[in-house]
């Protein structure tokens, strides 16, 4: 595979083959496919292109996978293409995906205007989020209109997916006001939309409390800058009877329409960028630490230091200096 022109026209194309096979090189680890992923990015750069990009969270059983389902093929109904794109960092201890089980999704699965890609394995949450991003741009250059990031409400996977999406989302189900407490403030201050699902049937009055419980949390929040007075809100839906999707799609597009008015939604997306860049240079740099000559390097110090040698703090300036200048 060298031909990144064709590859880069047929994922401009829209071809879904081309697009699966250029998600698995940029989620490959071999340097030299890494080296080809790059050139490929780099060939499909200014496209002009722009996704919606929706995170979505929620805890295994909350309904993510049913609410994409319905949500996704409600989208494609419109007209709109679809991808669902998902970040699992369990997938690698598990030794599957949570997307890998395509019945999951049957009916979007199947629809031509939605692309379903599962999680990668990876043990690293650094090395899930470069291939996701990357995942997402070409997504993106594929010309899908919506693309959805899903993700289990664990550890760190939530923050990095707030941090490539354009909305959050998170997912909850109806439960008694004790209950409330157990979601992480931090979390709650990510999420754009507050969807609590399941409400239909017996459910369907704790599912509005619920609601009412977690609106009254939100108006506690401190009020972000790139968010209209009404912004963040709490809302009721029933994924699997396909209730409230429509509403749902509302509030998202009135909440995209005024970012993009108000300067906010390039500004955030400039804001994310700065913070990859970021992130990756502290990850890449870390990397190095366990790799020769540092990791060596650091060995042989920390041998002077347990002597007495040199003190832990000129022990480090004399490393760092040596590896990185001053
Ligand atoms: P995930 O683990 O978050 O992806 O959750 P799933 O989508 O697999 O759903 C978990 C269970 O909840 C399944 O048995 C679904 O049928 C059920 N479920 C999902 N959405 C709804 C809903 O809107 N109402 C009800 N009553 N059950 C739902």
Redesign the pocket.
């Known amino acids: 595979m060298t031909d990144f022109k064709e590859m880069a026209e047929q994922i401009l194309a829209g071809n879904r083959r081309a697009l699966a096979r250029a998600i698995t090189l940029v989620e490959s680890g071999r340097d030299d496919h890494r080296a080809q992923a790059l050139e490929l990015l780099d060939t499909l750069r200014g496209h002009g292109r722009q996704a919606l990009r929706i995170g979505l969270s ?13 949500f996704g093929c409600l989208l494609t109904g419109q007209g709109l293409r679809v991808a669902v794109l998902a970040v699992d960092p369990s997938s690698a201890r598990s030794g599957g995906s ?1 997307l890998g089980d395509k019945t ?1 999704m049957e009916r979007l699965s199947r629809d031509r205007n939605a692309f379903i890609r599962p999680s990668p394995s990876q043990t690293q949450l650094g090395g899930v989020a470069r291939r996701t991003r990357e995942a997402i741009d070409l997504c993106e250059a594929a010309g899908f209109d919506v693309i959805l990031i ?1 993700t ?1 409400g664990v550890g760190q996977s939530e923050t990095m997916v707030a941090e490539m999406s354009d909305l959050f989302l998170l ?1 909850l189900a109806p439960a008694g006001g004790d209950e409330l407490q157990g979601v992480k403030r931090g979390i709650m201050e990510m999420a754009d939309i507050l969807i609590i ?5 017996d ?1 369907k009055t704790t599912a509005m409390r619920t609601c009412a419980d977690y609106s009254g949390a939100l108006r506690l929040l401190r009020k972000r800058a790139y968010d209209p007075e009404t912004f963040p809100k709490a809302m009721t ?5 396909e ?1 409230g999707l429509e509403a749902a799609w509302s509030e998202m597009q009135e909440l995209t329409d005024w970012r993009r008015s108000e300067g906010h939604f390039e500004s955030r997306r400039v804001a994310q960028a700065r913070y990859w860049f970021e992130a990756e240079v502290r990850d890449r740099l870390l990397a190095r630490l366990n790799q020769e000559p540092m990791r060596g390097a650091m060995t042989a110090m920390a041998q002077q230091v347990e002597s007495g040698d040199v003190s832990p703090s000129q022990a480090a300036e004399q490393l760092l200096t040596v590896y990185m200048g001053r």
């Open positions: 929620g805890t295994p059983g909350v309904g993510k996978s049913t609410f994409i389902e319905s949570i999951r899903e289990v997912l699902n399941k409400a239909d049937g459910l839906v029933s994924a699997l009877e209730n």
